[in-house]
């Protein structure tokens, strides 16, 4: 096995037990960790035959370094009254007080995360390839996260250099004098391998040690990764079963004497309530959460005592039985640093393994009415210093907030206005475009009124814009036949997309409803699409606009991976800019879409 070189004397690194050995290459970059390590960030003498080891978590950060913005820095909660409230949440300087404030009394705490820590970020650390949100968890002392999707967002090449360093090849070295020093974490990929020499890709697995104290930690992301990430993140990589992938290094764990065990995986499941401290096993054991996390969750061998998890964005802490029967702890802490868990795992010394029935877990706001810490203070600083020129460039107006990621229907009001901006780009390159479709899951934010910083009410900054399109993809044009693009519309709501339907923005002009009493394909009503009033002709062909991530059948699209008479528009960013300056001043701005393009039956 091929020791990871530290970056700096003291290196976390040098602490890291990573002990699977072949680990293949991903270029010169990917590198196993070093085998022999123990954690020794905390002290204290050995006790009794117990010790309550505390895990602190969180997930899908992208790189919220500042605190979200409108919806996407709340959290809703629960009051003793019965009524809910939402509270501002997030933001790195806040996160940092939380987990050092949580850590205080607690010698035997272990910080790890469950994927997207970068990718899809905000200005402040996308337009830096993430390296300053690396900085960030690396001064949280995170310990250990499993990969997510979007850290495959730039390939597998670029992932190698968030955790071993090195300045862009492209964009080179950001500050004068300083070379990007990568992770002092380890980025587990359990599930992830590569597709000519069938070795993971990064460390499978990592122990935690202190005191003769040990907990191992599996790392997987979803094995639908490469159906929601760009064909170039995830080229010469192949993606395994989640609960194969566990259990095969379970037993490896466990013949290693490592009892105590923690799976991090990136996927999840859908809450019954909005709320992040709703009772999720009332009126039993993981009744409060549904989706693809449950059935994960009873198949992950019962030597795993813990699932931290993640990709929804959702908040959960919930007992799911494994499956011998036995209730496991299974969380989630929502996004964007708003919240973080707290798990107790109470460590018997004898069996070295965890008693089940003592675990506790509860997820908890991170409150910004607390001090900020002062290092994260000057990290977003300086970074921000850089990023000024471009960030606080004005693009437009808006007369209102333009609800996008933290809207409660399906159809977003900021979703249907990028599909606008798409379709009027479309339009300079081909006039004879029809409609465009937008991706939710690429609406990354809202678009708030208020000023975020000196730039006054209303006004849209290219760093905002950046925050809710931060993908760099194109505008793609295609043919697609009428059939085609009802089948598309179909797609939302059936096959890989039934269990969790992701619902296309669509432009101006095209109506329709879903009947979601229905199931499968069959919710949408087929005879109600209409594209500028008129029945969408099946043997006809459409030109449609869409971004290259749709373009390429992403996210269970299949359909629109099929058009013909491909163009390569502007990249969507700068089409979203464009139409904003084009059809907004500071005294005619625009308003929000009433989002009634799609009407929906329940």
């Not at 607690?106 to 970020?121: F, K, M, N, Q, R």
């Not at 299949?558 to 059809?583: E, I, R």
């Amino acid at each position: 096995m091929t020791p990871l070189t530290p970056h700096r004397p003291g290196r976390r690194a040098s602490r890291i037990l990573a002990a699977a050995a072949g680990f293949a290459t991903v270029g010169a970059l990917v590198a196993a960790l070093p085998a022999n390590a123990t954690q020794d960030r905390h002290h204290e003498g050995k006790g009794g035959r117990t010790v309550d080891v505390q895990l602190l978590s969180f997930n899908d950060f992208h790189g919220n370094l500042e605190p979200p913005a409108g919806s996407s820095g709340q959290v809703t909660e629960n009051l003793p009254d019965g009524t809910t409230r939402k509270v501002d949440a997030g933001g790195v300087e806040y996160l940092a007080t939380s987990l050092r404030t949580a850590r205080k009394s607690h010698p035997y705490s272990v910080t790890a995360a469950a994927g997207d820590l970068i990718g899809a970020s905000p200005l402040l650390s996308g337009l830096f390839h993430d390296e300053p949100t690396v900085e960030a968890m690396n001064k949280l002392d995170l310990d250990v996260t499993s990969v997510g999707n979007h850290e495959f967002d730039e390939g597998a090449t670029e992932l190698a250099r968030m955790q071993n360093g090195g300045c862009h090849p492209k964009d080179g070295c950001f500050e004068d004098g300083k070379k990007f020093k990568g992770a002092d974490y380890p980025y587990l990929a359990a599930n992830v391998t590569n597709e000519k020499t069938g070795k993971p890709i990064l460390a499978p697995y990592w122990v935690w040690k202190h005191n003769g104290v040990k907990v191992g930690f599996i790392g997987v992301t979803l094995e639908g990764t490469p159906d929601i990430v760009s064909a170039d993140g995830v080229k010469g990589l192949k993606f395994h079963d989640e609960i194969e992938t566990v259990n095969k290094y379970a037993k490896i764990l466990d013949k290693q004497g490592v009892k105590s065990i923690v799976t991090l995986i990136h996927e999840g499941g859908v809450p019954a309530s909005g709320s992040y401290n709703y009772d999720c096993d009332s009126p039993s054991g993981g009744a409060g959460i549904s989706g693809p996390i449950v059935d994960i969750a009873k198949g992950i061998s019962p030597k795993v005592d813990a699932l931290v998890t993640g990709h929804t964005h959702n908040a959960y802490v919930c007992t799911i039985p494994d499956p011998s029967g036995k209730p496991r702890m299974v969380t989630s802490a929502s996004s964007y640093g708003k919240l973080y868990t707290d798990t107790t795992l109470t460590y018997d010394r004898r069996t070295k393994d965890i008693v089940r029935t003592s675990v506790k877990s509860a997820n908890h706001v991170v409150s910004r009415t607390q001090p900020k810490a002062a290092d994260m203070t000057a990290l977003i600083g300086r970074w921000n210093k850089l990023a000024a020129p471009v960030a606080n460039q004005p693009v437009g107006y808006i007369s209102a907030d333009i609800p996008g990621r933290g809207a409660t229907t399906p159809e977003e009001p900021l979703g249907d206005l990028i599909a606008d901006a798409q379709l009027a780009h479309a339009k300079t390159l081909d006039p004879k475009t029809s409609l465009a479709l937008m991706n939710p899951g690429g609406v990354r934010s809202d678009l708030v009124y208020k000023a975020s910083g000196s730039e006054g009410d209303g006004v849209v900054t290219y760093g905002e814009g950046f925050t809710v399109q931060p993908f760099s993809n194109t505008v793609n044009l295609a043919d697609l036949t009428g059939a085609q693009v009802v089948t598309a519309l179909q797609q939302q709501v059936g096959g890989s997309n039934e269990a969790s339907p992701k619902i296309l923005q669509p432009s101006a002009g095209l109506t329709y409803t879903l009947d979601m009493t229905k199931t499968g394909a069959a919710r949408v009503v087929v005879d109600s699409i209409r594209l500028n009033g008129n029945a969408i002709d099946p043997a006809a062909t459409y030109r449609v606009a869409m971004n290259s991530f749709l373009a390429g059948g992403g996210d269970g699209f299949a359909a629109l991976g099929q058009g013909k008479n491909p163009l390569v528009g502007s990249d969507d960013l700068k089409a979203f800019n464009d139409y904003l300056t084009a059809n907004s001043s500071a005294t005619s701005p625009i308003a929000p879409p009433k989002a009634d393009r799609i009407t929906i039956v329940k």
